[in-house]
C-alpha cells in the first residue's frame, strides 16, 4: 500500500504498518519530495502520531538542510497532537498519543525555532501556529507582534493563534472587516470559538450572501450557532435546499451542535427549522 492509497482511504481503515511506512519516507532524505510532504501531512493524524513520528518531525523541522515548506508542514502536523495533550493534561497517559516528555520537547523546539530571527519565514510562522495549540505564556506577546507587524502574511498568522489565545476580541473584530478573504476566514474560526457576540452582524452576512466561498460558508455556519445558538438557526433555513451536500450537512451539525446550548426542560422554546 501507498501514502497515496493512505490519503484517500479514512485513517481508522489504515493497515497496522501504516506508522512505519510514513515514518521510512521522512527518515528517508532522498524520498521524493511530494512523497515527503504526503508523509509529514499523514504522520500528524492522530491515528498513528506517536513520539517516535514526532521525534521524526522535529528532525525535520531543526535541519537547515531541508526544504523549507517541509520543515513548515511538519511543524503544522504536530499541532494536533500538542492540543490533544494540553486538553487532556495528561490526566489518562494512555489516551495521549505523545509522552509529556515529548509534548515538553515539541514546545521547546518550536518556541526556539519561532525565536531564530534568521530562520526562514514560513518556518517561524509555523512553528508559532502549532505551538499555540497548548497556549503557553510567551504567546500572548508573540502573536501581538505578529499582528503588528507590516506584513500580511505574519498578521494572517497572527489571526489564526487568536483562536486559541484569549485576549484578542478587538483584533479579531478588527479582521473580519479585512480585504484578505483567508485573514477573514480566521477571524471567523476565532470569533465563533470565543463566542464573540459583537461578531454576530458579521457572520449571519456572510450567511445570507449567496456569494460567500463555500469554506467560509461552512465555518460561519459553525461560528453563528457558536455565538447566538437561538437565533443561528433562524439564518439556516434557505441552506438546507442547497444542492451541495456539504453545506446541509454542516447545518445538520450546527443544529445537533446548537442542541447543547438548549436546556432539556426548554423544548417548547428551542429554535426549529421546517
Not at 450537512?249 to 426548554?266: I, P, Q, R, S, T
Request: hydrophobic share 45%.
Amino acid at each position: 500500500m501507498s501514502l497515496t492509497t493512505l490519503r484517500n482511504i479514512p485513517p481508522w481503515e489504515w493497515p497496522p504498518n501504516a506508522a512505519r511506512m510514513i515514518l521510512e519516507i521522512l527518515e528517508d532524505a532522498d524520498a521524493d519530495d511530494a512523497d515527503r510532504l504526503l508523509a509529514v501531512e499523514l504522520a500528524g493524524d492522530s491515528t498513528v502520531i506517536c513520539d517516535e513520528l514526532a521525534a521524526a518531525l522535529l528532525s525535520i523541522i531543526g535541519n537547515e538542510r531541508e526544504p523549507d515548506e517541509l520543515r513548515g508542514r511538519a511543524a503544522i502536523a504536530l499541532g494536533p497532537a500538542l492540543e490533544y495533550a494540553f486538553i487532556d493534561e495528561f490526566e489518562e497517559p494512555d489516551e495521549v498519543p505523545i509522552s509529556e516528555p515529548m509534548f515538553n520537547r515539541i514546545q521547546e523546539v518550536l518556541h526556539r525555532l519561532y525565536l531564530e530571527q534568521d530562520a526562514p519565514q514560513i518556518v517561524r510562522r509555523r512553528a508559532l501556529e502549532a505551538s499555540v495549540r497548548a497556549p503557553r505564556d510567551w504567546h500572548q506577546s508573540a502573536v501581538r507582534q505578529a499582528y503588528a507587524r507590516d506584513d500580511e502574511n505574519w498578521k494572517l498568522t497572527a489571526v489564526f493563534c487568536m483562536q486559541f489565545i484569549r485576549g484578542f476580541e478587538k483584533q479579531i473584530l478588527e479582521s473580519l472587516a479585512s480585504d484578505d478573504p483567508t485573514i477573514v476566514f480566521e477571524a471567523v474560526c476565532g470569533a465563533g470559538n470565543w463566542e464573540i457576540d459583537a461578531a454576530w452582524p458579521y457572520v449571519a452576512a456572510l450567511i445570507r450572501d449567496e456569494e460567500t466561498e463555500k469554506d467560509l460558508l461552512l465555518t460561519a455556519i459553525e461560528a453563528a450557532v457558536l455565538i447566538r445558538p437561538h437565533e443561528a438557526p433562524g439564518l439556516f433555513s434557505p441552506l438546507l435546499d442547497s444542492d451541495d451536500e456539504d453545506i446541509v450537512d454542516a447545518v445538520h451539525e450546527a443544529l445537533a451542535m446548537g442542541d447543547a446550548f438548549w436546556d432539556d426542560g426548554d423544548d417548547d422554546d428551542a429554535p426549529t427549522i421546517h
